[in-house]
């Protein structure tokens, strides 16, 4: 196969460099695109039969999408035109799988005198990973240290952005983090269906999920995590009442916290001392297996529910959180139990519709005989 040449005495370490994928058996690793962006890399990406979904991700994390020829010459010249007509002093080429040496690439790519190189590849694709997920609205304040302290503990950190009009996105720009982008405020249940599905095209064996306001702290990452890293569990919940000394959770917030507790192990049958925490972890298992259908802010019992449904494991570690000196708390307390207290009473009667309705009947019948015996007297 003949690729155009180039001069190499005429780029320089800031040479704008295409970085072209030819996945195979329809996979590509979204981390591995995500970084060659953040090392200011022009992606491109063959189609080489990869899903909706995945073709999304990929155009949300400024990548390009291109047809893909049937053979491998037409496929890597494909690359090289598009490099080319995107102005890219040079192509660095690489298969879908393989964990790729971002600087060294580039050293390789400037040293040829091939427009079109081969990536170079470390050998720890093998190794096990932990991915850490921030959904975030309006969190400039907090999230670039949420993201630096998260990164001591995890592969890769993920942050989706729910429509932000402040300037959450540029200051997740200049960070390491993985930036996944709504247009618009779509809901914390929405936010987390984009998690879920750019996770489900990883190769990570956990993923931990936490706000991104500073209530949780990033170093209790460990400790949550730890029982689905041995296999204990599939989902882990860090709660704040497990083993608190000292609550610190004002008083109106908890009772509300506490009814909503109520409502989900109804709905659930599984009974936890924080139903409503954000901060939790999941297994692999847990990963491909749990859907999320709500849109707002009762993802927390929905997913609960669907994992008890699925008869997956469940469980709980203390937590510390913050209240004081926070930037978030982007949604009305009261308007959050309310919108969760809702999505549980229409998922009660789909879900334990014996329990719903017997407690509906006990409630009838209540008041007949309350209605009945003053008529009586």
Not at 8 to 33: M, N
Not at 212 to 215: A, E
Not at 318 to 323: E, F, M, T
């Given at each position: 196969m003949i690729t155009p040449q180039h001069d190499?005495?005429?780029?320089?370490?800031?040479?704008?460099?295409?970085?072209?994928?030819?996945?195979?058996?329809?996979?590509?690793?979204?981390?591995?695109?995500s970084r060659a962006r953040a090392s200011?890399?022009?992606?491109?990406?063959?189609?080489?039969?990869?899903?909706?979904?995945?073709?999304?991700l990929?155009?949300?994390?400024?990548?390009?999408?291109?047809?893909?020829?049937?053979?491998?010459?037409?496929?890597?010249?494909?690359?090289?035109?598009?490099?080319?007509?995107?102005?890219?002093?040079?192509?660095?080429?690489?298969?879908?799988g393989d964990r790729i040496d971002l600087d060294a690439s580039r050293r390789r790519s400037i040293a040829s005198s091939s427009f079109s190189t081969e990536a170079v590849t470390t050998e720890s694709a093998s190794d096990p990973e932990r991915l850490v997920g921030i959904p975030v609205y309006n969190e400039a304040g907090s999230i670039e240290d949420i993201v630096d302290q998260a990164a001591e503990f995890a592969a890769e950190v993920v942050v989706v952005d729910d429509g932000s009009t402040d300037d959450?996105?540029?200051?997740?720009?200049?960070?390491?983090?993985?930036?996944?982008?709504h247009d618009h405020n779509q809901g914390k249940g929405t936010a987390l269906r984009t998690l879920f599905e750019y996770v489900q095209t990883t190769e990570c064996d956990s993923l931990v999920i936490l706000d991104?306001?500073?209530?949780h702290l990033p170093e209790e990452i460990p400790t949550v995590v730890e029982p689905v890293e041995e296999e204990d569990a599939d989902m882990v919940i860090g709660s704040r009442y497990l083993e608190a000394d000292e609550d610190e959770t004002p008083g109106y917030r908890r009772f509300?916290?506490?009814?909503?507790?109520?409502?989900?192990?109804?709905?659930?049958?599984?009974?936890?001392?924080?139903?409503?925490?954000?901060?939790?972890?999941?297994?692999?298992?847990a990963i491909e297996t749990l859907s999320i259908e709500t849109s707002g802010m009762g993802v927390e019992s929905e997913l609960i529910m669907d994992a008890q449904d699925s008869g997956l494991t469940i469980t709980e570690?203390?937590?510390?959180?913050?209240?004081?000196?926070?930037?978030?708390?982007?949604?009305?307390?009261?308007?959050?139990?309310?919108?969760?207290?809702?999505?549980?009473?229409?998922?009660?009667?789909?879900?334990?519709p014996a329990l719903f309705y017997g407690a509906l009947s006990a409630a009838v019948l209540s008041v007949v005989a309350v209605v009945t015996r003053l008529n009586s007297s």
């Open positions: 190499s005495t005429t780029a320089s370490p800031e040479a704008q460099l295409g970085f072209g994928v030819i996945p195979s058996d329809d996979q590509i690793s979204l981390r591995t695109v200011n890399y022009a992606v491109f990406v063959l189609d080489t039969g990869l899903e909706d979904d995945v073709v999304s990929l155009e949300e994390l400024g990548g390009t999408v291109l047809d893909s020829p049937a053979d491998d010459e037409g496929r890597r010249s494909k690359l090289v035109s598009a490099a080319e007509t995107d102005g890219c002093d040079g192509l660095i080429v690489t298969g879908s959450t996105v540029d200051i997740v720009d200049e960070t390491d983090a993985t930036l996944l982008e991104g306001d500073g209530q509300g916290q506490q009814v909503l507790d109520y409502l989900t192990f109804g709905s659930s049958g599984t009974k936890l001392s924080d139903t409503q925490s954000g901060f939790r972890a999941f297994s692999r298992d570690r203390p937590i510390d959180v913050r209240y004081e000196d926070v930037d978030g708390q982007t949604l009305n307390p009261v308007y959050h139990g309310l919108s969760v207290a809702l999505f549980l009473a229409k998922s009660m009667p789909e879900r334990r």
